[in-house]
């Protein structure tokens, strides 16, 4: 239960990710693929892109099961 929201964070921006709604349709790993990969543990890393096109690629998600909070 308490695994059903997983964060990811750097010192910009905090991602949220909800495994039980992901559709798999892989917009993220397709739109960015240094910070989405499915290879990787954990397989988001937000240090690997700015925090602009990170938030323009979890917009494209499908099922809303990404989604972020910039920090200031
Ligand atoms: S874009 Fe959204 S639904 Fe698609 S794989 Fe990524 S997190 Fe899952």
């Known amino acids: 239960m308490s695994e059903a929201v997983k964060t990811y964070e750097n010192e910009s921006i905090t991602i949220y990710w909800r495994p039980d709604i992901c559709e798999h349709a892989g917009e993220c790993v397709k739109g ?8 990787k543990r954990p397989w988001i890393s937000p240090q690997n892109a700015t925090s602009e096109e990170t938030m323009r690629v979890i917009d494209r998600c499908p099922s809303k099961a990404l989604s ?3 920090k200031k």
């Open 68 to 70: 972020y909070q910039a």
């Open 32 to 39: 960015l693929p240094n910070v989405f990969d499915v290879k």
